[in-house]
Protein backbone atom coordinates (compact mmCIF):
# COMPACT_ATOMS: atom_id res chain seq x y z
CA UNK A 1 0.00 0.00 0.00
CA UNK A 2 1.28 3.37 -0.84
CA UNK A 3 1.69 6.02 1.73
CA UNK A 4 -0.32 9.11 1.49
CA UNK A 5 2.25 11.33 2.43
CA UNK A 6 5.40 11.32 4.75
CA UNK A 7 6.01 13.18 7.47
CA UNK A 8 9.09 14.25 6.73
CA UNK A 9 8.38 15.83 3.46
CA UNK A 10 10.84 15.60 1.22
CA UNK A 11 8.92 17.66 -1.53
CA UNK A 12 10.33 20.83 -2.51
CA UNK A 13 8.38 22.04 -5.13
CA UNK A 14 5.18 20.38 -7.37
CA UNK A 15 4.46 21.07 -10.85
CA UNK A 16 1.62 21.20 -12.96
CA UNK A 17 2.22 21.79 -16.56
CA UNK A 18 0.29 21.75 -19.67
CA UNK A 19 1.19 22.48 -23.17
CA UNK A 20 -1.06 23.90 -25.87
CA UNK A 21 -2.49 25.17 -28.95
CA UNK A 22 -4.21 28.28 -28.74
CA UNK A 23 -7.34 29.41 -30.83
CA UNK A 24 -5.54 32.80 -31.02
CA UNK A 25 -1.79 34.41 -31.17
CA UNK A 26 0.12 35.25 -28.10
CA UNK A 27 -2.65 34.48 -25.29
CA UNK A 28 0.03 35.12 -23.11
CA UNK A 29 -1.31 38.71 -23.24
CA UNK A 30 -4.86 37.83 -23.11
CA UNK A 31 -5.20 35.20 -20.58
CA UNK A 32 -3.70 37.01 -17.79
CA UNK A 33 -5.48 39.64 -17.60
CA UNK A 34 -8.74 37.14 -17.60
CA UNK A 35 -7.19 34.70 -14.95
CA UNK A 36 -6.47 38.11 -13.12
CA UNK A 37 -10.35 38.83 -12.97
CA UNK A 38 -11.49 35.46 -11.82
CA UNK A 39 -8.75 35.19 -9.29
CA UNK A 40 -7.41 38.71 -8.10
CA UNK A 41 -8.57 37.71 -4.51
CA UNK A 42 -5.93 34.83 -4.29
CA UNK A 43 -3.21 36.09 -6.65
CA UNK A 44 -1.17 39.02 -7.18
CA UNK A 45 -1.15 41.42 -10.70
CA UNK A 46 0.69 39.52 -13.17
CA UNK A 47 4.76 40.19 -13.65
CA UNK A 48 6.49 40.10 -16.95
CA UNK A 49 9.18 37.68 -16.94
CA UNK A 50 12.57 38.48 -18.92
CA UNK A 51 11.67 36.22 -21.91
CA UNK A 52 8.72 38.54 -22.20
CA UNK A 53 10.67 41.17 -24.11
CA UNK A 54 12.31 38.68 -26.38
CA UNK A 55 10.36 39.30 -29.95
CA UNK A 56 8.42 36.79 -30.83
CA UNK A 57 9.73 35.76 -33.69
CA UNK A 58 12.88 35.16 -31.77
CA UNK A 59 10.82 32.66 -29.64
CA UNK A 60 9.76 30.85 -33.25
CA UNK A 61 13.02 30.04 -34.48
CA UNK A 62 13.86 28.27 -31.17
CA UNK A 63 12.36 25.55 -29.87
CA UNK A 64 13.58 25.81 -26.81
CA UNK A 65 11.70 28.84 -25.85
CA UNK A 66 8.07 27.52 -27.50
CA UNK A 67 7.11 26.37 -23.65
CA UNK A 68 9.09 29.16 -21.74
CA UNK A 69 6.84 31.10 -19.02
CA UNK A 70 6.31 34.81 -20.00
CA UNK A 71 4.16 36.02 -16.98
CA UNK A 72 3.95 35.13 -13.50
CA UNK A 73 1.13 35.38 -10.79
CA UNK A 74 2.06 34.74 -7.37
CA UNK A 75 -0.27 33.44 -4.83
CA UNK A 76 0.06 32.99 -0.95
CA UNK A 77 0.53 29.15 -1.52
CA UNK A 78 0.95 28.36 -5.29
CA UNK A 79 2.23 30.89 -8.67
CA UNK A 80 0.91 30.19 -12.31
CA UNK A 81 4.02 30.62 -15.06
CA UNK A 82 2.23 31.66 -18.43
CA UNK A 83 3.13 31.44 -21.68
CA UNK A 84 1.64 31.64 -25.24
CA UNK A 85 2.11 27.32 -25.56
CA UNK A 86 2.46 26.16 -22.26
CA UNK A 87 0.66 26.89 -18.55
CA UNK A 88 2.32 25.62 -15.00
CA UNK A 89 0.83 25.43 -11.83
CA UNK A 90 4.03 25.50 -9.20
CA UNK A 91 3.59 24.57 -5.52
CA UNK A 92 6.78 25.27 -3.63
CA UNK A 93 7.58 23.73 -0.29
CA UNK A 94 5.72 23.50 2.22
CA UNK A 95 3.73 21.49 -0.51
CA UNK A 96 -0.27 21.71 1.01
CA UNK A 97 -1.10 18.23 -0.11
CA UNK A 98 -2.61 16.43 -2.89
CA UNK A 99 -5.92 16.97 -1.87
CA UNK A 100 -6.06 20.61 -1.94
CA UNK A 101 -3.61 21.15 -4.52
CA UNK A 102 -5.85 19.06 -6.76
CA UNK A 103 -8.70 21.56 -6.13
CA UNK A 104 -6.79 24.70 -7.00
CA UNK A 105 -5.79 22.81 -10.30
CA UNK A 106 -9.36 21.48 -10.98
CA UNK A 107 -10.55 25.29 -10.19
CA UNK A 108 -7.99 26.98 -13.08
CA UNK A 109 -8.01 24.33 -15.37
CA UNK A 110 -12.02 24.96 -15.61
CA UNK A 111 -11.52 28.88 -15.76
CA UNK A 112 -9.23 28.34 -18.17
CA UNK A 113 -11.47 26.48 -20.23
CA UNK A 114 -14.38 28.76 -20.22
CA UNK A 115 -12.01 31.08 -22.53
CA UNK A 116 -11.89 28.86 -25.16
CA UNK A 117 -8.30 30.16 -25.74
CA UNK A 118 -7.29 26.71 -25.90
CA UNK A 119 -8.23 24.81 -28.78
CA UNK A 120 -6.23 21.41 -27.54
CA UNK A 121 -3.90 20.20 -25.12
CA UNK A 122 -1.12 18.44 -27.22
CA UNK A 123 0.49 16.93 -23.56
CA UNK A 124 0.42 17.38 -19.64
CA UNK A 125 2.74 16.34 -16.90
CA UNK A 126 3.10 16.30 -12.94
CA UNK A 127 7.10 16.75 -12.23
CA UNK A 128 8.08 16.81 -8.31
CA UNK A 129 11.41 17.65 -7.20
CA UNK A 130 12.73 15.91 -4.05
CA UNK A 131 15.34 16.31 -1.72
CA UNK A 132 16.09 13.22 0.24
CA UNK A 133 18.32 14.61 3.34
CA UNK A 134 21.42 13.02 4.40
CA UNK A 135 25.53 14.32 4.53
CA UNK A 136 27.53 11.63 2.76
CA UNK A 137 27.11 10.54 -0.81
CA UNK A 138 27.00 6.52 0.52
CA UNK A 139 24.29 7.39 2.98
CA UNK A 140 22.11 9.55 0.02
CA UNK A 141 22.47 6.77 -2.42
CA UNK A 142 21.48 4.55 0.82
CA UNK A 143 17.80 6.06 0.53
CA UNK A 144 16.76 4.61 -2.28
CA UNK A 145 17.04 1.16 -4.41
CA UNK A 146 20.09 2.47 -6.65
CA UNK A 147 22.87 0.31 -7.85
CA UNK A 148 25.39 1.55 -10.60
CA UNK A 149 28.39 0.37 -11.61
CA UNK A 150 30.39 1.71 -14.57
CA UNK A 151 33.66 -0.30 -15.08
CA UNK A 152 35.17 -1.33 -11.86
CA UNK A 153 33.64 1.87 -9.96
CA UNK A 154 30.06 1.67 -7.77
CA UNK A 155 28.50 5.20 -8.64
CA UNK A 156 26.81 4.99 -5.46
CA UNK A 157 30.22 5.90 -3.67
CA UNK A 158 31.01 8.96 -6.06
CA UNK A 159 29.48 12.06 -7.09
CA UNK A 160 27.16 11.13 -9.97
CA UNK A 161 23.72 11.63 -11.70
CA UNK A 162 21.40 9.43 -13.82
CA UNK A 163 18.58 10.73 -16.08
CA UNK A 164 16.47 7.59 -17.03
CA UNK A 165 13.39 7.33 -19.19
CA UNK A 166 10.44 4.82 -18.22
CA UNK A 167 7.38 4.42 -19.98
CA UNK A 168 4.95 2.61 -18.24
CA UNK A 169 0.66 2.31 -18.73
CA UNK A 170 1.36 4.44 -21.57
CA UNK A 171 2.95 7.65 -19.40
CA UNK A 172 6.93 8.64 -20.06
CA UNK A 173 8.39 9.17 -16.52
CA UNK A 174 11.73 11.07 -16.19
CA UNK A 175 13.65 9.96 -13.45
CA UNK A 176 16.81 12.25 -12.62
CA UNK A 177 19.10 11.38 -9.59
CA UNK A 178 21.87 13.47 -8.34
CA UNK A 179 23.92 13.00 -5.45
CA UNK A 180 25.25 15.99 -3.02
CA UNK A 181 22.75 18.31 -4.37
CA UNK A 182 22.33 21.80 -2.59
CA UNK A 183 18.82 23.08 -3.39
CA UNK A 184 17.85 26.85 -2.43
CA UNK A 185 14.04 26.50 -1.41
CA UNK A 186 11.70 28.09 -3.88
CA UNK A 187 10.58 31.49 -1.88
CA UNK A 188 13.47 31.35 0.45
CA UNK A 189 16.88 31.59 1.32
CA UNK A 190 17.10 28.08 3.29
CA UNK A 191 18.35 25.28 1.51
CA UNK A 192 18.22 21.42 1.49
CA UNK A 193 20.97 19.17 1.05
CA UNK A 194 21.18 15.19 0.06
CA UNK A 195 19.80 12.90 -3.12
CA UNK A 196 17.92 14.81 -5.51
CA UNK A 197 14.94 12.93 -7.02
CA UNK A 198 12.52 14.43 -9.91
CA UNK A 199 9.99 12.36 -11.13
CA UNK A 200 8.44 13.96 -14.04
CA UNK A 201 4.83 11.79 -15.28
CA UNK A 202 4.07 13.01 -18.43
CA UNK A 203 1.22 11.70 -20.68
CA UNK A 204 2.17 13.34 -23.99
CA UNK A 205 -0.99 11.88 -25.69
CA UNK A 206 -4.09 13.38 -23.71
CA UNK A 207 -6.62 13.15 -26.58
CA UNK A 208 -9.79 14.63 -25.28
CA UNK A 209 -8.74 16.01 -22.46
CA UNK A 210 -11.15 18.75 -21.58
CA UNK A 211 -14.10 16.31 -21.88
CA UNK A 212 -11.74 13.52 -19.27
CA UNK A 213 -9.55 16.32 -17.41
CA UNK A 214 -10.63 14.57 -13.77
CA UNK A 215 -9.57 10.91 -14.78
CA UNK A 216 -6.44 12.14 -16.77
CA UNK A 217 -5.06 13.81 -13.85
CA UNK A 218 -5.78 11.67 -11.16
CA UNK A 219 -4.37 8.24 -13.35
CA UNK A 220 -0.65 10.71 -14.16
CA UNK A 221 -0.53 11.90 -10.16
CA UNK A 222 -1.24 8.17 -9.54
CA UNK A 223 1.83 7.14 -11.73
CA UNK A 224 3.66 9.55 -10.29
CA UNK A 225 3.41 9.00 -6.88
CA UNK A 226 3.52 5.37 -7.79
CA UNK A 227 7.30 5.62 -9.10
CA UNK A 228 8.01 8.14 -6.26
CA UNK A 229 7.56 5.60 -3.59
CA UNK A 230 8.47 2.21 -5.26
CA UNK A 231 12.04 3.61 -5.34
CA UNK A 232 12.45 3.80 -1.66
CA UNK A 233 13.13 0.80 0.81
CA UNK A 234 10.23 0.23 3.04
CA UNK A 235 13.03 0.83 6.12
CA UNK A 236 13.02 4.65 4.53
CA UNK A 237 9.61 4.80 4.08
CA UNK A 238 9.30 4.16 8.14
CA UNK A 239 12.34 6.48 8.80
CA UNK A 240 10.63 9.65 6.58
CA UNK A 241 7.43 8.73 8.55
CA UNK A 242 4.69 7.36 6.39
CA UNK A 243 1.14 8.20 6.78
CA UNK A 244 -2.10 5.81 5.81
CA UNK A 245 -4.67 7.57 5.36
Known sequence: MIPSKLSKDPIVEALFEIRFQSTV???SNLLPAFLYTKLKNNFDAPERLPIAEF???FIALDPNLKYQPR????GAKISMLIGDSSIVLSCPRPYVGWNEYKIM???LLLIIKETKLISVVDR????????????????QFSLIKFVSK????DLTKHLSSTKSEIREEGLINIIEVQS?????????????KGLLLNVDTINDNPGEFWAHSDQLIETAHTMEKKMFFCFLPDEVIKKFGAVYA
Not at 124 to 139: C, G, M, Q, T
Not at 180 to 192: G, Q, R
Request: glycine share 2%.
Open 71 to 74: LRMR
Open 150 to 153: IGPY
Open 55 to 57: PEE
Open 105 to 107: LTD
Open 180 to 192: NAVITLPNSKETM
Open 25 to 27: KAI
Open 124 to 139: FSFKYVNVLEADKVDE
